[in-house]
């Protein structure tokens, strides 16, 4: 290394000094408290997709899959290795804030502000913790406005090729990512530039795009097209407007965010439209329509928070901004506010997260689907074994509680079976039918129904082998009840 390209390291490392420090913080805590609970029902799901390795899958693209499997294939399946792409990721999408947020503020102290608002979010946190699909979107979106402002700027075939690159990323990161297509083209459109809508290059931009989303194609036309229908049940399956789901869902985010923060963003996309700056226009139709569409869905289902995590990656750092700028001593004390309570109880979560201090009413403790999976994983593998046969399996009747449970058997090589009618993603992880299995059933039952397994499936015989309590600090958490069928012969006529 010379001497200037030294300095030029040194320059760099004094000049976001700050920034990666606050980021070494919260990513500090993330490592500290990743391996003390375990996997909740997305997050072991998506850790599968990285033990089936594939092409694309039911529910989702591959990338969140693809992301995961080196971790897996190097470091196993622990909470912490799991966890840390999510970490990194998150980490990487608070300094791209950073960038952002400096371009539009030009301003140091509301650039870390904004940073830290970010990190004291909620949810934010969760997906700083938990894969999800949203969390790649949110390391794209930032590349995906610088690269729009370069092709504005020069116009030359590199930018064109950068932005079938990102496009094509986010395709194989989430299928909504189609809405930002539109968000382009409006913005050249706003913007009159015909030129770069029909330019020669943009046909480079397309074919770059479907490039990268080849293996969805592929397996699509392989399965008929199963993934997209799957999707689009979702998106336009329920006919009935909810104006309870829509209350509801609107509730969630702000809970979910943040109610501070929720309010700095709502303020800063109220703000944005009055802006000249060509970024923020870009957040406000990106963030807009996903939000949006987030909030169409509502309108018949209950959507769910970080779906609309984009428009609240972009609009609490632009309310930052908004807040920073006005001159009031009062939205200036808002802000403060804002954040630092936010900051505290995210901290508190952490810390509780972490040592489970208090102790909840039976059955009733937020823990309960992130706590005691592995002692079912390991109750089941002993009561496997108590048995000889050699065709034996476990079995759930309930698909959220499959992922959690097939995560925490593979140390066991323990197969999991699925029995229900719903065709999802474990029907093509499944390579046999469960009939001639002697199947252990596992069943989460915190409130002590009859399950009357032995009324609904054909078995040589149907016997309850044990029950599990699940407790923390002295409290039930959760009860698991475990079913031996001997020879599982399908479902009894009249129970589909």
């Keep these: 290394m010379t001497r200037s390209s030294a300095r030029m390291e040194n320059g760099s490392m004094t000049r976001y000094r700050d920034v990666f420090l606050l980021i070494a913080f919260f990513t500090a805590i993330r490592i500290v408290v990743a391996p ?19 092409l694309s899958y039911v529910d989702h693209p591959p990338l969140v899959g693809w992301v995961h499997a080196p971790f897996y294939l190097l470091f196993g399946s622990s909470e912490l290795f799991v966890r840390l792409p999510a970490i990194l990721l998150f980490a990487l999408t608070s300094f791209l804030a950073y960038l ?27 997906m700083a913790l938990m894969l999800l699909p949203e969390s790649l979107l949110l390391v794209l979106i930032f590349p995906l406005i610088s690269v729009i402002r370069n092709m504005e700027e020069k116009g030359d075939l590199k930018s064109f090729v950068f932005l079938g690159l990102i496009l094509g990323l986010c395709g194989l990161a ?70 309870l789901s829509f209350l509801s869902s609107v509730g969630a985010q702000a809970g979910a965010f943040s109610p501070f923060l929720f309010g700095i963003a709502l303020y800063g996309f109220y703000k944005g439209f009055r ?35 984009l428009f609240y990656l972009l609009f609490i750092p632009i309310g930052v901004y908004e807040l920073s700028i006005d001159g009031s001593a009062s939205r200036r004390k808002v802000l403060q506010v804002s954040v630092g309570i936010s900051l505290a109880i995210t901290l ?140 599982y012969q399908g479902e009894k006529r009249g129970n589909h």
């Design 36 to 54: 003390t609970f375990g996997l909740g029902v997305d997050e072991a799901h998506y850790i599968l997709y990285a033990v089936n390795l594939d």
């Design 100 to 126: 952002f947020t400096m371009e539009i503020s030009g301003s140091k102290r509301t650039s870390l502000v904004a940073v830290l608002a970010l990190n004291s979010s909620f949810l934010f946190n969760a």
């Design 174 to 243: 989430k299928y909504t990512s189609i809405i930002l297509v539109p968000s382009i083209l409006v913005y050249f459109v706003f913007r009159k530039r015909w030129d770069l809508i029909f330019s020669a290059y943009t046909a480079v931009s397309v074919a770059v795009a479907l490039l990268f989303i080849s293996p969805v194609l592929y397996w699509n036309l392989q399965n008929d097209y199963l993934s997209f229908r799957y999707q689009w049940s979702h998106v336009m399956g329920p006919s009935h407007l909810k104006v």
């Design 275 to 309: 802006s000249q700056d060509e970024r923020i226009w870009l957040s406000i139709l990106f963030g807009g329509s996903v939000l949006a569409f987030s909030l169409y869905v509502s309108l018949y289902d209950l959507s769910l928070p970080h779906w609309a995590s």
């Design 348 to 487: 508190f979560l952490y810390a509780e997260l972490a040592a489970k201090w208090f102790v909840f009413p039976d059955y009733n403790s937020p823990f309960r689907d992130i706590y005691g999976f592995d002692s079912i994983a390991k109750e089941a593998d002993a009561l496997l074994k108590e048995d000889p046969v050699a065709r034996k399996a476990l079995a759930v009747t309930d698909w959220t509680l499959a992922s959690r449970l097939i995560y925490y058997s593979l140390p066991y090589g323990n197969k999991v079976f699925v029995v229900d009618d719903r065709t999802d993603q474990f029907d093509y992880w499944e390579k046999e039918v469960p009939l001639g299995y002697d199947l252990l059933f596992v069943e989460a039952n915190p409130h002590s129904e009859d399950k009357n397994y032995g009324q609904r499936f054909q078995c040589d015989e149907m016997d309850l082998a044990r029950t599990l309590e699940i407790t923390l600090n002295g409290a039930k958490v959760n009860r698991i009840e475990f079913y031996r069928c001997k020879n």
